[in-house]
């Protein structure tokens, strides 16, 4: 079976120094990695990297489709919850709106506009944007922050779900994922 | 696709305001008696001419909102990472806001030419050479808010990069509505010109927003 992401000695400068160099990385269906470091070690930048947002400096990245949560929310403020989804959605030719707000207990917000949600719902519809595009390869940052403890068995859950189904999960985190076995990757300062 | 991000841009200024550069625009056009005096033959010479001012002056208002919010939001990175290509978001994003700009300046060039006491063909040149200007201006203005997303102080920065780019559009708008014979050519082939390439330039701009 091919792997989801194939990532080759790859180095990452930003901001006037390198963050990391001779990384190699491999995801298969159903593999979880979990990368962990101390801040400004290049977690997220990393993540960017393996999307294809960031050439790297060397090295080589080659991956399948995929959907990435990082800080940024990407869904428009002013709109209702499922129909700032919704755009994603009808941009990926995906119907899973309503089954990525059920699976992350946000059903009943699908008709709060999207500023009103406070940060754990905006972390989980977050989580909902990457569960709706379908994407077998995830790449999240920081998927647990801002969440209580319900919501992290929803978010555990879902990431498990997807791993059972094929899918390859990225993940920076300083918080371990519970459920499914991970494997590591360290960096280091 | 292309479709789906128009109708989104559509929306997107709808809810923010897109009525203030055509009030900016109707403002400049009340401004401009007062500063020239009453005299109506003066107010119809240069009357096409101070709604073109006006014109641009509108169309630096809206630079702000037009890229950076999605920059950051991660919108730019979401619809990047669906491989749609840059120049595509530049060109609905060019789409949407000459939608929401350009109509809407045409109807507010109507009470701002009776203000200047232009009528008759001067009116109708004038309204002609707007609505042939304004799609460049509208594709300028993506192109510049492309260039500045994320800089400090992006407004005054646009605003500088923006008056430079617009001037032969100017030139040749002003003149047209003016009745220079040949100035109406010229001035649609430059707003062709700009239509043509600002998508590009402004590709290109957001992909170098990434880095």
Known sequence: MSNLLTMTDVACWRGGRLLFE???AKLAPGNGLWVQGPNGTGKSS???VAAGLLRPLAGTVSRSDCALADEALALDRELPLSRALGLWAA???????SAALQALGLAALADVPVRLLSTGQAQRARLA???AAGAPLWLLDEPLNGLDDASVAAVAATIADHRAAGGGVL????LPIPGGAWRTLELAT | MIGLLVVREVRRALGASAWLPVAFFLLVAIVV???VGPDVRLLARIGGGALWIAALTAALLPIERLVEPDRADGVLDQLALRRIPEEAVALAKIVGHWLTFGPLLLLAALPGAALLGLNGPLLGRTLLTLAVGTPALAALAVAVASLTAGLRSASALGGLLLLPLAVPLLIFGASAAGGEGGAFKLEAATALFVLAGAPFAAGAALRALRT
Do not use: I
């Open chain 1, 46 to 48: 990393l993540l960017r």
């Open chain 2, 33 to 35: 008696p007062f500063a």
């Open chain 1, 22 to 24: 001779g990384l190699n």
């Open chain 1, 171 to 174: 993940v920076a985190s300083h």
């Open chain 1, 91 to 97: 941009l990926d030719g995906s119907a899973r709106v």
């Open chain 1, 129 to 131: 944007r990457v569960l």
